[in-house]
Nanobody
């Protein structure tokens, strides 16, 4: 079992910044990829960014150049630094990992960007 707890969401004006954190606990030995997804009202959940244990990253085109994913393997924590936020970034942000072929999701943290 893996538990994922997100934090750092909130309300911000357009152009502002937020930093999300996701702490993993439980049977977390050798988790490789850690990911951030988001789901806006009335829309499907979408991949925002991912990072491997070796630090290889990928981003959705919509956030490239504005968001940065990073990871502290010693703390089993993944971060999402979000800059130049736009109203369309408003969503619930979820942390996600696959561990031994089992999907694990956090409960999500709400990010609201007002224009």
């Amino acid at each position: 079992q893996v538990q994922l707890v997100e934090s750092g969401g909130g309300s911000v004006q357009a152009g502002g910044s937020l930093r999300l954190s996701c702490a993993a606990s439980g049977s977390i030995f050798s988790i490789n990829g850690m990911y951030w997804y988001r789901q806006a009202p009335g829309k499907q959940r979408e991949l925002v960014a991912g990072i491997t244990s070796g630090g290889v990253t990928k981003y959705a085109d919509s956030v490239k150049g504005r968001f940065t994913i990073s990871r502290d393997n010693a703390k089993n924590t993944v971060y999402l630094q979000m800059n130049s936020l736009k109203s369309e970034d408003t969503a619930v942000y979820y942390c996600y990992v696959v561990h031994y072929s089992v999907d694990y999701w956090g409960k999500g943290t709400l990010v609201t960007v007002s224009s």
